[in-house]
Structures are given as structure tokens and as C-alpha cells.
């Protein structure tokens, strides 16, 4: 059985793809409704995810909800409180960082990583990938996820159970990449998607900081936002109130298993973060109101170029920034992020208004059909409804399902 093998770009996480709508003039979408919001994420769990809460903001109104249980096995309840992994989300709050540098002249978006780096990446391809590149993932480096999970190569979810308490150091993953064959040229694009160039990132702002990437990043983003349940992780568990995750892999495991401790040295400055709904939503409205780095460095960060994640569907990418256009409904920025048996989506439209943050606690449930492709799954389409809702009022508003890990395209 041979299946396509669409792991999230931000692999040090399993991301989800939080794919880009029909494009069209940008208009306000309507207030949300909280019983069909509550209806909507019922959708959800009765599709098949055991758990999933969510928290959606417009004007001064705020809507947190939850439907399923947390624990399969005692019917725990799901909270919309808990503590989430959630991935590639990860690379907004690094990509933040490494403009605060910018901004204090310490790192310049355009020198080649090579300046800093050269023992990381040596060489002409040193000499070539600049900062920027890393951050808008146009750098050519390939993902370094199918070197340290060398079983997805034969659709095993062995590895997945190998490394659960493995800790790698950032160097060890990079190396991964960099010597992988390269996936394009330094500057070309479409670009594609690569954790590679996150870890990276957390190694140059290790060296022009003077302190771990993680310290600075909390110091310096997350406690400058305010944000009092987002943290890296110290160890495999999670500390606080939070949900068993469970990975389906495609159907390799049946039933899924839970990933919930696990150690995240894997991913680091690429996806490693656990985070509230809430401490998304605020963070991403500090950040598009230039509270986190300056309007300049804002514009910086969404100066989107085409990529292409590892579904092989190219999206608009920023600076550690998605942008995702609906139509009839607006322009909204933020990420997607996926791990082991954990997804999550935050956006934020253009102007502020509307904000929505989705974590489920199940991933990779589409199973291969005959080709060998994931199939179509219910749970596709109560996402879908569920994110037309929050985003724009409307579950048929064409947004795709950020949250399907089967097609995802970051970590």
C-alpha cells in the first residue's frame, strides 16, 4: 500500500495547511452566532474528532466553545481553556523575534545565513540563502522530517514511537536538511515549505542574542503580548490542563495512539510551542496592530511569495505569516500547525475584526483509498463549516479545512 506522504511543512510539527480561498474584493463578514458556532463544532466531533474547542472573536465579543471528550479512554471532557501543542504556529512568534533583531540592526533580512552560520551552512549555498529566505521558506533547503522519521518513508509509524523520548539537538536536524538533496534553488519560487529554515532561524538568534532562541522568544514575544499560558516545553508533558492527542497516520494506526507525552526537541523553534486558544487570538491581535514588532517590520512579514507545502498546494507565505483571502468575507493572516495528534488554526482578518483560533486533538484520520491517495472523510467537511462559521458567518463559505492534516502543509 503505498500512500502520499503529506507531512506538514513545519514538520517539526505536522502542520496544517491554512490553504488560500477563491481571491476576491475583500468585505466584512456578519457577527458571529454562537448556537450555530456551538452546532458547528458539534459537526465536528460527531465526524470522527474526539475532541475539539475553538475561540472566535469580533468587535468587543468573544465565543469559546468545546465538543468531545479530552480522554477516550474516561470520557474526560474537552475544555475550551486547555493547553494545545501547537505547531507550526510556532514560526509566527520565531519569525517575530528575528524582526526585533532587524529592527535593532543585528540581523539584516537580505545577508546570506552563511555570515552567521557558516558551520551550519557552508559553502556557496551559504553564500546564497539569506535571512529572508528562511523566513518566506525560499532558501531551496529541503525538509529534514523523512531523516528523522525515517519509517514514513515505508508508511510505518515505527519512528513515531522510536523518538517519543529522543532529544535532538537543532544541529543534528539541520545537518538532515542540508545534506538532503536541495528542493530548488536559493530565491526561487515558488518556494517550498521547510522546517529546515525555522531551525535555522532559532540558531541565528541564539548567536546574536547571547541567549537560547527559546528564552528570547519568550521574553521578548510572548510576555511583551502578554500571554500567560504559551511557553516551550521543558520536557514531554504538557503543564496545565490539556488533551490526550491522538495520530491516526493515514490509518497505520487503528485505533489512533496518543502522543501526548512526547519530547518536541524534534521540532523547536519550528513548532514546539503549546499555547491556548485565547493566548493565540491575543497574540495575533498585538501582532497585526504592530505591538510586537514595528508597522515596517510588519510589512515586511506579509510580503507573501507563492510556496509550495508538502501537499504539493501552494499557498502565500510571508515572513512566518500565511495569508488566506475568502471571498465575500476578507483578507486574514495568522497560521496553521500540526504535531503529533494535535492541529490548530489561528487567523485574524486584515483589519482586526474577526478573530478565530481551532485546536482538535486527532490527526491524519483521512485512511488511503484504492490509488493509494487519502480519501475524502467527514471530518473535512465539519471543519470547513465550522471555519465558514468563525471566520465569516457562513458555513458555506468555501473556506478549505485548514485543519486536514491529510493534505497538510506545514508542521
Known amino acids: ?27 466584512p463578514s456578519t457577527a458571529f452566532d454562537p448556537a450555530e458556532l456551538e452546532s458547528a463544532l458539534d459537526g ?3 465526524a470522527g474528532v474526539p475532541g475539539v474547542y475553538a475561540e472566535v472573536r469580533d468587535g468587543g465579543r468573544t465565543w469559546r466553545g468545546a465538543s468531545g471528550v479530552a480522554d477516550i479512554r474516561t470520557g474526560r471532557p474537552v475544555r475550551p481553556d486547555m493547553r494545545q501543542r501547537v505547531g507550526s504556529i510556532t514560526k509566527t512568534f520565531t519569525a517575530a523575534a528575528v524582526m526585533q ?23 556557496e549555498r551559504g553564500r546564497k540563502i539569506t535571512v529572508r529566505m528562511l523566513l518566506n521558506n525560499t532558501s531551496g533547503l529541503p525538509d529534514y522530517i523523512r531523516e528523522a522519521f525515517p519509517s ?6 515505527k519512528s513515531l514511537d522510536d523518538n517519543r523520548f529522543r532529544r535532538f539537538h537543532p544541529a543534528e536536524l539541520i545537518a538532515m536538511g542540508v545534506n538532503a538533496p536541495p528542493a530548488s534553488e536559493p530565491g526561487a519560487t515558488p518556494g517550498v515549505y521547510s522546517n529546515t ?6 540558531q541565528l538568534l541564539e548567536q546574536v542574542t547571547g541567549t537560547t532562541a527559546e528564552e528570547y522568544i519568550t521574553r521578548n514575544v510572548i510576555e511583551r503580548a502578554g500571554l500567560r499560558h504559551t511557553g516551550f516545553p521543558t520536557g514531554p508533558r504538557i503543564e496545565g490542563p490539556h488533551s490526550r492527542m491522538y495520530e491516526a497516520l493515514w490509518g497505520l494506526n487503528d485505533p489512533p495512539r496518543d502522543y501526548s507525552v512526547y519530547d518536541m526537541s ?11 486558544m485565547d493566548d493565540l487570538n491575543r497574540f495575533y491581535a498585538k501582532l497585526l496592530d504592530g505591538k510586537i514588532v514595528s508597522r515596517s517590520s510588519l510589512a515586511q512579514m506579509q510580503r507573501t511569495v507563492p510556496v509550495v507545502a508538502l501537499d504539493g498546494s501552494t499557498i502565500q507565505y510571508g515572513l ?45 484520520w483521512k485512511g488511503p483509498d ?7 472523510h467527514p471530518v473535512d467537511d465539519a471543519l470547513k463549516a465550522l471555519y465558514g462559521q468563525a471566520m465569516c458567518g457562513d458555513a458555506d463559505a468555501g473556506v478549505r479545512p485548514a485543519g486536514d492534516a491529510g493534505e497538510a502543509s506545514t508542521w
Open 266 to 276: 524534534w521540532t523547536g523553534t519550528g513548532a514546539a510551542l503549546v499555547s491556548t
Open 44 to 46: 465536528v466531533h460527531q
Open 101 to 123: 533583531q532587524v529592527e535593532q540592526g543585528r540581523i539584516r533580512l537580505d545577508a546570506p545565513i552563511g555570515d552567521h552560520l557558516p558551520q551550519l551552512v557552508p559553502g
Open 197 to 202: 529554515n525555522y531551525l535555522l532561524l532559532g
Open 1 to 27: 500500500m503505498k500512500i502520499r506522504l503529506a507531512v506538514c511543512a513545519s514538520m517539526a510539527a505536522l502542520s496544517l495547511c491554512a490553504g488560500t480561498a477563491s481571491a476576491a474584493p475583500a468585505s
Open 152 to 157: 514514513l518513508k515505508d508508511m510505518s509509524p
Open 370 to 376: 484504492g490509488p493509494g491517495e487519502p480519501q475524502h
Open 320 to 364: 512566518g505569516l500565511h495569508k488566506v483571502v475568502i471571498r465575500d468575507c476578507g483578507t486574514f493572516w495568522g497560521h496553521d500547525g500540526t504535531v503529533w495528534g494535535a492541529g490548530t488554526i489561528s487567523l485574524t482578518r486584515a483589519d482586526g475584526g474577526r478573530q478565530m483560533s481551532v485546536a482538535v486533538n486527532l490527526q491524519r
